[in-house]
């Protein structure tokens, strides 16, 4: 399903991504590690493809098309989504009315009939039931005054809504105590499915004891360092990243 | 400057040539006011940036000469019936003016409440000239800058509104003014007065469209009071066209345990400039002064407030959020003055401005003043661009850019927008925000209600 090969990418002119290559397959967990500043965040804006962060060699293809020149709607609309790691809060706008334009921004690109608002609400309903989300959120404006639990938990329940192909889920598990850590997490878990793939990026172990990954990356310096199963993730707990010439923090 | 000095004389010429003409010339106490007027506009002139309160304002480079006073045909003018803007707005009680001039026939004022006197002020001048003399004439002309003098040397139209003792009046109310389709460029001065006694209530809507493409200069003065315990809230709506000049200023007087509700909205208009100052004279006084303003093209907006806490336990909140794109500008001035016995007073005061292009310009002064030792006031002024990482964000859910970037800006005038207390009246001013705006957006229902 995704397929990343020799990827270079530079932000502000510097080079963080200095060839990438990675291969995930549908109903496959993969969870990329790694130290501060080793280009984890970069990877996922890249794939998801925020303005700023420019692709200068290699590919990224997604069932087989080139993702790196396509707008970031479109990629979504194709199916490719970010779970953020800070979720941007949008007075004024209720979280019911953005997640009723995202999903009908994504249904006309796919030339399916937009949802009414009765169709919708009972969608909605059904999701928030299905991820153990309160309803109030949905009338609350987009993540302002959310916990950190809740952003989380509004992330997942978009992936739920918007239904991706390729989910990367971008240090979900940062500022999330442990108890909202294992709700986002069993969320996610609800979302594995043969059809779709999860990249999971984090910097720590724990959240890999809740998603369980298929198989794990070590990036450093912009480049994926070695690749192996879960086991290597309790390996860097244990180790650290020092012998990827990393100083511990 | 040379602009500038020479934009005084023609406007006094006007008045010599037609204060004989203008409405009350019976009435010696008006003709006194009139002059009193006249000579206090000789002496400061036309503002330029050297007035504080016309720091960043510049008047257009127009050819005073050209305007003149509207007659009685210019009113005549076939115009569309008025468009209605609140949404059950069925037996709206409502006096309409075209270029100026009232019009009864798409005015209505069938269903007028008893206890409330709504009517022109060329009508009242005949109907109740005490009651005018007793609103404008004090001891000494208050109007101490150029343009609200030469309204009152000019006033030839207005609207009186006088809500008696203890009526409260649910439904809003409107005025409006449809201007820009004469054959030669038009000025009017306005003079309003509203009047709410002690424990009255009344929801005022003033809606000034540009419904032509002629040019025109409105320089209005409102007069307001609000007795003890009553509640005004009152609305502006400009949809003026580009070539309009929309010169405001209100003066309101707050008595104890009253409110004055106020929430300008401006879209459009060459220079739409509005002056409010409000004296909060009684304890318990409380003033919301808040507006938005959308502006493109080289329009200019300006916002300027001045509130004057005199006696102890009064409020002051105000919120003003700009719109800019292309060449537009926005001047945002407030100051919040604590006079020496109002302790306990509350204020607040956020300007916030949004600008969509590189050549917008927005300048923002607020103020305040502290003389009194146990207040608590804020303020705050900002101005930015569309936030990159929300636009990210909302596009990585599948939104596609243009929407996305007009989600922000409705999601930017939402804040400003929550400050009007009347729900008819949020709702059909979200519906102009929504017209503004090019192409997609959330519709009213969606926006609004959810």
């Not at chain 2, 705050?380 to 990159?388: F, L, N, S």
Request: aromatic content about 6%.
């Amino acid at each position: 399903m995704l397929e990343i090969k020799n990827l270079h990418a530079t932000v502000g002119g510097k080079e963080i991504l200095k060839g990438i290559n990675l291969t995930v397959n549908a109903g496959e967990v993969h969870a990329i590690m790694g130290p501060n500043g080793s280009g984890k965040s970069t990877l996922s804006y890249v794939i998801s493809g925020k303005d700023g962060y420019e692709v200068t060699e290699g590919q990224i293809l997604y069932n087989g098309i080139d993702l790196t020149e396509m707008e970031p709607e479109i990629r979504a609309a194709e199916g490719v989504f970010l779970a953020f790691q800070y979720p941007v809060e949008i007075p004024g706008v209720p979280n019911v009315t953005f997640l009723k334009e995202a999903v009908n921004a994504v249904r006309r690109h796919r030339g399916e009939d937009e949802l009414d608002a009765m169709q919708f609400v009972k969608m909605i309903k059904a999701k928030t039931e299905e991820l153990g989300i309160a309803k109030d959120m949905l009338k609350r404006a987009v993540n302002v005054g959310f916990s950190g639990g809740e952003k989380k938990r509004n992330e997942i329940l978009q992936m739920a809504v918007l239904n991706p192909k390729l989910a990367v889920l971008d240090e979900t598990d940062s500022g999330l105590d442990i108890d909202a850590l294992k709700i986002v997490s069993d969320g996610v878990n609800q979302l594995r499915s043969d059809e779709r793939a999860i990249l999971v990026i984090t910097h720590y172990q724990r959240l890999l004891d809740h998603i369980v990954p298929d198989f794990v990356h070590v990036l450093a310096h912009g480049k994926i360092q070695r690749s192996g199963g879960k086991e290597l993730a309790f390996e860097l707990e244990e180790k650290g990243y020092a012998e990827y010439g990393v100083a511990a923090e | 400057m040379v602009m500038q000095m020479n934009a005084t004389q023609p406007f006094v010429d006007q008045f010599d040539d037609v204060q004989s003409r203008l409405p009350g010339s019976k009435l010696p106490w008006l003709e006194a006011f009139r002059k009193a007027g006249i000579e206090k506009f000789s002496t400061i002139g036309v503002p330029t940036i050297k007035t504080e309160a016309w720091k960043y304002t510049r008047l257009p480079n127009i050819d005073c000469k050209e305007f003149r006073s509207a007659n009685w045909e210019n009113g005549q003018v076939a115009v569309n019936a008025v468009a209605e803007f609140l949404s059950d707005a069925l037996n709206q009680i409502r006096l309409v003016y075209v270029n100026g001039i009232i019009r009864p026939d798409l005015s209505n004022l069938t269903n007028l409440p008893d206890g409330i006197s709504f009517e022109p002020l060329t009508q009242a001048l005949e109907s109740d000239p005490e009651f005018i003399e007793s609103q404008l004439c004090t001891e000494e002309l208050k109007y101490d800058q150029g343009f609200s003098a030469l309204n009152a040397a000019m006033m030839e139209s207005g609207t009186i509104f006088r809500v008696a003792k203890g009526v409260q009046v649910k439904e809003p109310i409107e005025i409006v003014h449809m201007n820009g389709v004469a054959d030669a460029p038009i000025i009017g001065h306005p003079h309003n007065v509203f009047v709410l006694e002690a424990g009255s209530q009344a929801t005022l809507v003033m809606r000034h469209a540009g419904i032509g493409t002629s040019a025109y200069f409105n320089n209005a003065v409102t007069e307001i009071v609000v007795g003890d315990s009553a509640i005004l809230k009152h609305y502006t709506l400009q949809t003026d066209c580009m070539e309009a000049i929309h010169l405001s200023t209100v003066n309101v007087r707050v008595g104890k345990d009253a409110t004055y509700e106020t929430f300008n909205f401006a879209i459009g208009g060459r220079l739409s400039r509005t002056e409010t100052r409000v004296r909060l004279e009684g304890r318990g006084a409380h003033c919301n002064l808040s507006g938005a303003y959308m502006m493109r093209g080289r329009e200019h907006c300006d916002n300027i407030t001045i509130v004057d806490h005199l006696v102890p336990d009064t409020t002051a909140r105000e919120v003003f959020k700009g719109v800019l794109d292309d060449e537009a500008r926005g001047v945002f001035q407030g100051k919040l003055i604590v006079h020496k016995y109002a302790q306990r007073t509350n204020g607040h005061q956020l300007s916030r401005a949004l600008l969509l292009s590189d050549r917008a310009e927005m300048d923002a002064k607020p103020e305040l003043e502290i003389y009194a030792d146990d207040v608590k006031c804020s303020h705050g002024a900002t101005t930015g661009q569309i936030d990159e990482n929300a636009l990210f964000y909302l596009r990585s859910r599948g939104v596609p850019e243009a929407l996305a970037r007009n989600l922000l800006i409705q999601s930017f005038i939402a804040e400003a927008l929550e400050e009007i207390s009347d729900e008819k009246v949020r709702e059909a001013i979200a519906g102009l925000v929504v017209h503004w705006l090019p192409a997609d957006c959330f519709s009213v229902d969606e926006w609004v209600q959810a």
